[in-house]
């Protein structure tokens, strides 16, 4: 599996980007899917999760309202639209694969990772 994440860069407060998520070698459409942050010096943060069909997504508190993940099977790639951005946002962002269908918060349920993208936000 190679996840290759992308759509990150340097944004300024409150606007928006468009992070995307794809595996050109393997399917992931029976897996649950996420995205996890991590800022220089912070732990690793959950940001969203999407189930396998999509249907049921959990974001983490700080982003509640403000970001939206969504997946396309057809095209095995996941999305994270990231609006009102704010400076706090600040991290590398990485996608990853769940061991199931579901995408729940633990990391230790996650079998791939991404290499990440960087998002900057400016105050």
């Known amino acids: 599996v190679q996840l290759q994440a992308s759509g990150g860069g340097l944004v300024q407060a409150g606007g928006s980007l468009r992070l995307s998520c794809a595996d050109s070698?393997?399917?992931?459409?029976?897996?649950?899917l996420a995205w996890f942050r991590q800022a220089p010096g912070k732990e690793r943060e959950f940001v969203a999760g999407?189930?396998?069909?999509?249907?049921?997504?959990t974001y983490g508190d700080s982003v509640k309202g403000r970001f939206t993940i969504s997946r396309d099977n057809a095209k095995n790639t996941m999305y994270l639209q990231m609006n009102s951005l704010k400076p706090e946002d600040t991290a590398k962002y990485h996608c990853?694969?769940?061991?199931?269908?579901?995408?729940?918060?633990?990391?230790?349920?996650?079998?791939?990772w991404g290499q990440g993208t960087l998002v900057t936000v400016s105050s």
């Open positions: 999407i189930n396998w069909r999509g249907g049921v997504t």
């Open positions: 990853a694969v769940a061991l199931s269908s579901v995408a729940g918060t633990d990391p230790n349920n996650y079998r791939y």
């Open positions: 070698r393997r399917t992931f459409s029976n897996n649950g």
